[in-house]
Each structure stands twice: as structure tokens, then as C-alpha cells.
């Protein structure tokens, strides 16, 4: 049986940001679904391409808002990213996302998730992002004991 856990973190900058992404992403094994929770120019794009540097991609990372997902190869699987801010309803998207949890060639990372929240799985890991500053943040991560190799001994 899995226990929910935490782990916080304060960032001074967007270099920061990248690196704990960066950190994070170097410990992704594959099948992971991260949802990640912020306003508007909160960082999450920030994080995500720290999140694929750290898993080994080169691919230039940039925000999916406008075309809904966007795709980055690494050596072991690859990272689908969904930003769902532009759309009313789910619809056929949800059926897309849905393809891809659980499986190990995928990680999944989900941006403005509340249209898909019954087709995301409780076995996923929150990334919130409060800003408290015009580089300042607060990052307040929750996960399952199962997903604990994420977060433990990060020293960004």
C-alpha cells in the first residue's frame, strides 16, 4: 500500500527551476504521469525543459499551448507534454492522453489538467508551482511512496 508524501523546494530563479527540473528528469524511469499546477507564467514550461534535459533529450522544449501536446525523444522513452489551457472540453483529446498512461515508452506530463482529471490516474504525481516573486517560486510536490526515487536526496 502506498502513502501520500511531499516534498517542497524554493526557487530564486529560472536557473534554479531548470535544475531541480534537471534533476527530477535524470530520475524518470518511464510510465510516470506528472501533472503540473501553476497561473499563468508560473514556470512549468521552466521545469519541463529542465525535465527533459535531465532525461536525456535534446529536443528544443517550448510551451504546447497552442498545439495541445508536444513530443520529446530520449534515449529510453519519450515525453509527451499536454497543455490543455485552450480547450473547453476534453473530448478526443482525453481519449489521446489516455493511450499513453502507464505505459513505460511514455512519460506523461499534463499542464492545466482539471479537463481531464477522470482520465488522469491516482497514481500520478502533482507538481505545483506558486509564484512569489518575478523569479521566486514554491514548489510543493506530492507523489506516492512508489514514486519516492523522484524527489529523495535532490540537492538543487
Known amino acids: 500500500?502506498?502513502?501520500?508524501?511531499?516534498?517542497?523546494m524554493h526557487s530564486?530563479?529560472?536557473?534554479?527551476?531548470?535544475?531541480?527540473?534537471?534533476?527530477?528528469?535524470?530520475?524518470?524511469?518511464?510510465g510516470e504521469v506528472i501533472e503540473l499546477v501553476s497561473d499563468l507564467g508560473?514556470?512549468?514550461?521552466?521545469?519541463?525543459?529542465?525535465?527533459?534535459?535531465?532525461?536525456?533529450s535534446?529536443?528544443?522544449?517550448?510551451?504546447?499551448t497552442f498545439s495541445i501536446?508536444?513530443?520529446?525523444?530520449t534515449p529510453q522513452f519519450t515525453i509527451i507534454h499536454f497543455d490543455f489551457y485552450r480547450l473547453a472540453e476534453a473530448g478526443v483529446v482525453a481519449e489521446e492522453l489516455r493511450e499513453y498512461l502507464g505505459d513505460p515508452h511514455f512519460v506523461v506530463l499534463?499542464?492545466?489538467?482539471?479537463?481531464?482529471?477522470?482520465?488522469?490516474?491516482?497514481?500520478?504525481?502533482?507538481?505545483?508551482?506558486?509564484q512569489i516573486g518575478d523569479e521566486s517560486?514554491?514548489?510543493?510536490?506530492?507523489?506516492?511512496s512508489e514514486q519516492a526515487y523522484l524527489f529523495e536526496d535532490i540537492n538543487t
Open 137 to 144: 517560486r514554491e514548489f510543493f510536490c506530492s507523489y506516492n
Open 42 to 56: 508560473g514556470g512549468k514550461t521552466t521545469l519541463v525543459r529542465g525535465l527533459a534535459r535531465g532525461a536525456g
Open 69 to 73: 501536446s508536444r513530443e520529446y525523444k
Open 12 to 30: 530564486t530563479s529560472s536557473v534554479d527551476t531548470e535544475a531541480f527540473g534537471e534533476a527530477t528528469g535524470a530520475r524518470l524511469k518511464g
Open 1 to 8: 500500500m502506498s502513502t501520500e508524501k511531499t516534498w517542497q
Open 58 to 64: 535534446t529536443d528544443r522544449v517550448a510551451s504546447p
Open 110 to 130: 499534463v499542464e492545466w489538467g482539471e479537463i481531464v482529471q477522470e482520465v488522469l490516474p491516482q497514481n500520478r504525481v502533482t507538481i505545483r508551482i506558486d
